[in-house]
């Protein structure tokens, strides 16, 4: 396909010329010259520095380029460009006496364009592999999605992974259905950014939502359990949505990172820490015994001691089962990898032991708060001395002393009666 170039020449007749001069040499490349400037896969502007006003007028005439053809790579050539190199809403500037570079310049970036365009293609459609065949004993993970359009200032996921694409509906529940005959009854839905699902054709959270519920009515799903959710997808209607699902596992995984607005803000999160306690709220409510977990970082570029503390002081308002805390570590190209204030290591491990220590804490404090309780156990394991093990739909391990024959996939009620280490203990008074 021929490429397109418009041209608009300030000035003089050399300039027009000059204009003449290139488009031949263009033309020589393929190139073909077009009227239409909004269309153009090249915008040329033969700029002119007569006086003060030809100046202002060249200026106004790239920005205006940029603007009016957005897809077009800009070139600014001419006296004006010669004169002033940096021309930023410019792809390319050239001046008087390097014009011949232009074309080669030109040739480069189209290239570099095409390739880009190649990867973008490419990144833009989900890579499906099929049935996965490696997954735990009753617990199986199912992908839905790819990519994420987020562009938090220290991930690199957008950049490495591209945005968001879907799985198709049909390969889903197709997968899971061929899982679910094969004797697996829980299945974890995981994806970049789970929330996204369907995002590229329009759909907003509800879509996850509507997906849920099919999966839920595949025979065999006993249970479905969510991976991590970003909270600003969390919306009521996506809520309510889950509360309505016999299936969904009150158990989320809602990714905080910090505590501290104010670092929530430079990491460009798209939520508030108001916005994650009405979350919680509207969750606790749908859910009684939800338990949530959550991933946190330590020692963001500019993290003070007070916004350690908020953030520390925060994770204990909202009772986590378990933080899976990080220390802050930079990744090339991200925007946090740039920014000044980059964190001491000393001060990052300090800050992660101190909210590793809220952690268990906190695991302890919600572990004992299930003593006396029934909880539900979907068995993994059956061990030689006839306790078997599992989780309960809270995402806790629980170890039950059973005199009934059990198996694997088996689903119990057992009362918790203690604790062993973080798992917890107990004896089942029923098979369901
Ligand atoms: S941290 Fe998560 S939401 Fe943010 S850019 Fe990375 S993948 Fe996207």
Known sequence: MAYQVYFQTLG??????????????????????????????????????????????SRQMIRRARRVAPNAIVVAMGCHTQMCRDSADADIVVGTDDRPSLVPLLMEKLHLKEEMQEDLDAGTRFF??????????????VKIEDGCNNFCTYCIIPYSRGRVRSRKREAILSEISDMAKKGYREFVVTGIHLCSFEKELGRDSTALGELLLEISRIEGVKRIRLGSLEPSCMTPQLIAMLKENPAICPHFHLSLQSGSDTVLKRMNRKYDTDLFRRVVKDLKEAFPTASFTTDMICGFPGETDEEHSESCAFAREIGFTHIHVFPYSPREGTKACAMKEQIDGNVKSKRTAELRKISDQMEEERTSGFLGKKVEVLVEEVREDGTCEGYCREYLRVITKTEEPVKQGDILMARIDGAEGFALTGSAVSVV
């Open 12 to 57: 003089c007749k050399v300039n027009s010329y000059e204009t003449a001069a290139i488009s031949k040499l263009l033309s020589e490349k393929g190139f073909v010259e077009t009227e239409d400037y909004e269309t153009c896969d090249v915008y040329v502007i033969n700029t002119c520095a007569v006086t003060g006003e030809a100046d202002r007028k």
């Open 128 to 141: 499906e592999y099929g049935s996965v065949p490696y997954q735990e004993n009753t617990r199986a993970i």
